[in-house]
């Protein structure tokens, strides 16, 4: 489970074996977790986690999104 950062309380992660779906990115923090498409940004799903958790997720995504995308290209050889 590659870790991409951690930032406030949420991990930012990809799961290995998921390189053959659009790039997206996976967040979690105590009790919920979410999954967001990158291109463009966009909530997949989530579950247990609070509405201004998931708004503050993808603030930081959109913060961080060429850390996210190169971090995937490294990950997934593309």
Do not use: T
């Amino acid at each position: 489970m590659p870790e991409v950062f951690r930032e406030l309380v949420f991990i930012f992660f990809f799961y290995a074996n998921e390189g053959a779906e659009p790039m997206h990115v996976h967040v979690r923090k105590a009790g919920g977790f979410a999954k967001y498409w990158m291109e463009p940004v966009e909530l997949e799903f989530s579950q247990g986690m609070k509405v201004s958790d998931l708004r503050l997720a993808e603030k930081l995504i959109m913060e961080n999104i060429e850390r996210i995308k190169q971090k995937w290209y490294e990950v997934f050889s593309c």
